[in-house]
């Protein structure tokens, strides 16, 4: 059997639908629960578990330290998944790729620009109406603007950022699951779109510690 390798996104120890699925309520208690089973699979079945290094450990390690998690969960990231910068020099990646991702980037652009014209609009044409009620020029802007600038926000990060690589770490999770033929696990839509593109095997983050313990009940099988 070809030895199983996995690379994660950060997503796949901190996401809320892993906790959801753990049916856990702290970010502590997944991280040991996921961890515990890295652990048992390296040990048992020989399968290794790789997180982009620098750029996604640190990205882990600051989430965790930011949530409180003890060093004990931090000791275990450090064992029990294997660190690895990209080979950046040397993977290739097919031209298209390249070109699907700058008419993808472009496509959103226009689509940002477009977000933002309407919510110019909106603005003058809520600020004139108000205006003529009567409204004072603090109150239409607070009233107004904040309105504005929060929708704007939501449909602008959507435009955007949605289902698409928007980072350094989500990229160098792609270079390095495609360098170890590793499958990715993340919960990140951009992640699974563009994995899927480059033929890459895909994880959900909330079904891979199920994956795991299925393996491992092959194992304790055996022993019994």
């Not at 399968?47 to 390690?61: K, T």
């Not at 959103?108 to 110019?120: V, W």
Request: glycine content about 4%; proline content about 3%; some cysteine.
């Amino acid at each position: 059997m070809k030895k199983q390798r996995f690379c994660l996104d950060t997503t796949a120890i901190t996401d809320s639908e892993v906790r959801k699925s753990l049916n856990v309520s702290t970010i502590t208690e997944c991280a040991e629960k996921i961890l515990d089973l890295i652990a048992q699979s390296r040990i048992y079945l020989d399968i290794s578990c790789h997180i982009p290094y620098p750029s996604v450990y640190n990205e882990l390690i600051g989430f965790l330290k930011r949530e409180g998690c003890p060093e004990e969960i931090i000791i275990k990231v450090d064992t029990w998944l294997v660190k690895k910068t990209p080979n950046r020099y040397e993977i290739k990646l097919p031209a298209e790729i390249l070109y699907e991702y700058i008419k993808d980037l472009r496509e959103r652009i226009n689509k940002g620009m477009r977000l933002s014209e309407s919510a110019m609009y909106e603005t003058a044409e809520e600020m004139y109406n108000l205006a003529r009620e009567g409204e004072e020029k603090r109150e239409l802007i607070n009233t107004v603007l904040s309105k504005t600038v929060n929708t704007f926000r939501s449909k602008y990060r959507n435009a955007l950022r949605t289902g698409t690589l928007d980072s350094a770490p989500d990229l160098d999770v792609l270079l390095l699951a495609k360098e170890l033929d590793a499958a990715v696990v993340a919960s990140d839509e951009g992640i699974e779109k563009w994995a899927q593109r480059l033929g890459l095997r895909f994880v959900k983050a909330k079904d891979f510690p199920f994956i795991l313990r299925e393996y491992l009940s092959y194992v304790k099988k055996e022993y019994r």
